[in-house]
DNA sequence: GCCAACGTTGGC
DNA sequence: GCCAACGTTGGC
């Protein structure tokens, strides 16, 4: 099992780093937006072991954050542009960026033909499905003062990768399954 | 390197 | 379908 050293670029640059950090393995937390009439968790939940590949981001800072991810990470899948935009469920990062898949493919939407496979622009991760949740809408979202800060509640964000506090992430697990016993 | 034009995202 | 917000492109 790998352990791994990081930070999150989200302010820890200022923490002290003992020698032994380098052997700590901190789970890091993220949200992903998908259109579901594209692909949507039952999507994921319901392919080969629960396995997808997440192709087609074509945006620098989105793939930086993929670019950080590691196994094991915590997976928020949100539905975007739908009806009732939300975190529909759970899922975790089961490997690391590699190059997109499609970006070479002229057949492609997402063919890109900037990028030469001799070097790579865009990168790709594998997520697994965790667990579905009820749906924690948007508007569940934004009424929640303890999830103040959620960066997909900005104002004008359209990324579709973006990091998530685990205080957030654990809350909204809280909302999802709370709302399933309820 | 500025910035206008254009394209895309995504809530509403 | 509208439109605000934001990223990218390309002329200069």
């Known amino acids: 099992m790998l352990e791994h050293s990081r930070l999150h670029d989200g ?25 579901p009439d594209v692909y949507g968790f039952a999507t994921l939940w319901n392919a080969p072991q629960r396995i997808g590949g997440w192709e087609g981001v074509r945006n620098y ?39 997109d898949t499609v970006q070479f493919d002229p057949d492609s939407a997402y063919f890109d033909p ?8 865009w990168m790709q991760v594998d997520i697994q499905a965790v667990q579905p949740l009820r749906l924690v809408t948007l508007e569940m979202l934004r009424a929640d003062p303890l999830l103040t800060g959620l960066l997909t509640l900005r104002r004008g964000n359209r990324l579709s990768v ?11 697990l809280e909302l999802g399954e709370q709302a399933v016993s309820g």
Request: aromatic letters at 8%; one cysteine or more.
């Open 11 to 35: 302010g820890l640059s200022g923490v002290q780093c003992s020698s032994r950090l380098d052997t700590i393995s901190v789970v890091q937390h993220w949200l992903m937006k998908s259109e």
């Open 61 to 99: 800072q989105a793939r930086n954050y993929m670019m950080q991810m590691r196994v094991g990470d915590g997976v928020l899948f949100y539905h975007s542009a739908c009806k009732v935009p939300g975190v529909a469920g759970i899922a975790s990062v089961v490997r690391e960026a590699y190059p």
């Open 114 to 121: 900037k990028s030469p496979p001799s070097q790579p622009r």
């Open 162 to 172: 973006t990091p998530v506090l685990a205080a957030h992430y654990q809350r909204i």
